[in-house]
């Protein structure tokens, strides 16, 4: 079983009202992730969290090994991927909650942080996976239109994003 989930999605301008909403590009939220018997809930940076799910569609994700969390509790920083120049990574803190996705013919093994091991269809795991982007996606849409960064290479990284988002979600 995989299931993920997402609830009290916000801006930080929500807790800190100091801060501009339209300013805010990074959506936060309650995720939860049910990987065969187990549960686990963060507070994460979902916009970051969703695009490392997407990436983790077609290639093996690592727990504890690649740039960023599953769950991740922020992403401060968007740079660009030095090898292909159609991706990104989001840096941020080390806190937030991960698990390793292993690629095997049409089936994922996901592997916790406990070693327990859960295998699904690739498609089961796509179809969850898109769930829980699609509602990330939607409440940017929803929103009120965010204001780019000020400084034109991060502006750039940040329209970056959404590319490899849009790529990866298969929405060109």
Known sequence: MFELHLT???????????????????LHGNATAIVGDEIFEYEANVSSSGLYLLKSLTQNHIIHQNSNLLFSCC????????????SVHTIGCPYGIDWSVIHEDEKVKIITDSGKETIISLKEYKKSVHSFCDI?????????????????????????????????????
């Open 8 to 26: 009290n999605l916000h801006w930080l301008e929500d807790e800190f009202p100091e801060h501009n909403a339209r300013l805010d590009l990074c």
């Open 75 to 86: 992403g401060h920083c968007i740079y660009p991927d030095d090898t292909d120049k159609k």
């Open 136 to 172: 990330i996606e939607d409440f940017f849409n929803k929103s009120e239109k965010k204001i780019p960064p000020s400084d034109k290479l991060n502006r750039k990284y940040y329209k970056l994003f959404w590319k490899e988002w849009h790529r990866r979600r298969g929405r060109k």
